[in-house]
């Protein structure tokens, strides 16, 4: 394996267990995943998207606060750049020191998926990182929920043989930003992924997801589930809570403080609902 992390999620696979992965908003969330690692010992990833270095004004300050986070972990905590559909800025991440990226270039056709996938993968290998791609567009990251799409496994096949990825994003009935847990998965599509490839298989869109499908996932083959918007209700729900119980509060620390413990506790409970990989 290229590093680590990609050292992480094959023996992850190998044993039918999952590896968490969650996002990256505030360096609140990174330490609300560092409490979570230190209390069940499952390394996990800390993913930051395009758009949320967007919303910093670029990715330098959320990688650094991500990295210093991780540096001083005793469980292991990667770094990975989520979503990029520019390259221009998996480049950045790679200087930045980021463990992992993620090309998106879903929406491309397939052709130039390839092509640009395979680039990526051979500028990120020679720093020492891993890449994930995506081939099968999961939906839902622009408001339009497509759970109809599905990836072909002879394409995904020759897609991992043609870019040397180290890990695939396959759409298998999930769709980004849901806010209720409704969504139904291809269990059998995703065990026939998994015999077919032998790369870690990603579930993006895993807040739309049930705690006993989320289960079902991983025992038929899924090995990196990304959650987001779950995590973000949870750190919102526990605020908004917290600020009507004390009309009086100005200090920030206090009630942001209080979204990340809900943000820890939420990653807990589902490390254990996803059978989540620890270290021995
Ligand atoms: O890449 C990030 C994940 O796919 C998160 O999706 O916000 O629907 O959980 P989600
Ligand atoms: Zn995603």
Redesign the pocket.
């Known amino acids: 394996s290229v590093n680590a992390v990609a050292e992480l999620l094959r023996s992850a696979r190998e044993h039918r267990q999952a590896v968490g992965?969650f996002?990256v908003i505030q360096i609140e969330h990174a330490e609300a995943y560092a409490v979570a690692a230190r209390r069940t010992g499952c390394p996990m990833v800390m993913?930051v998207?395009q758009n949320a270095a967007a919303y910093h004004g670029g990715l330098e300050p959320i990688i650094r606060a991500c990295r210093a986070v991780a540096q001083v972990s005793e469980v292991p905590l990667a770094v990975h750049l989520?979503?990029a559909e520019s390259r221009e800025l998996v480049s950045q991440a790679i200087g930045l020191g980021v463990d992992s990226v993620?090309f998106d270039g879903s929406a491309l056709p397939y052709e130039q998926n390839v092509a640009e996938t395979a680039e990526v993968v051979a500028e990120a290998h020679a720093a020492g990182v891993m890449v994930e791609a995506e081939l099968g567009e999961?939906g839902?990251k622009d408001g339009v929920h497509a759970p109809g799409v599905r990836t072909d496994p002879r394409e995904a096949v020759s897609f991992v043989e043609a870019t040397g990825v180290d890990a695939l994003?396959v759409a298998v009935g999930?769709?980004?930003?849901?806010t209720e847990r409704t969504a139904a998965l291809d269990l059998e599509l995703i065990g026939r992924l998994r015999d077919r490839l032998e790369v870690p298989l990603v579930?993006?869109?895993?807040?739309?997801v049930p705690d006993e499908t989320l289960r079902a996932a991983v025992e038929a083959g899924m090995t990196k589930i990304?959650?987001?918007?779950?995590?973000?209700h949870a750190m919102t729900r526990r605020i908004r809570q917290y600020l009507q119980e004390n009309l009086a509060v100005v200090d920030p620390r206090k009630y942001i403080g209080a979204g990340r413990d809900a943000v820890t506790e939420e990653v807990v409970r589902l490390l254990e609902v996803i059978r989540a990989r620890r270290v021995q």
């Open positions: 992965a996002n993913q998207s989520d979503h993620m999961i839902g994003a999930s769709s980004h930003a849901m579930l993006h869109g895993s807040s739309g990304n959650i987001s918007t779950h995590l973000n």
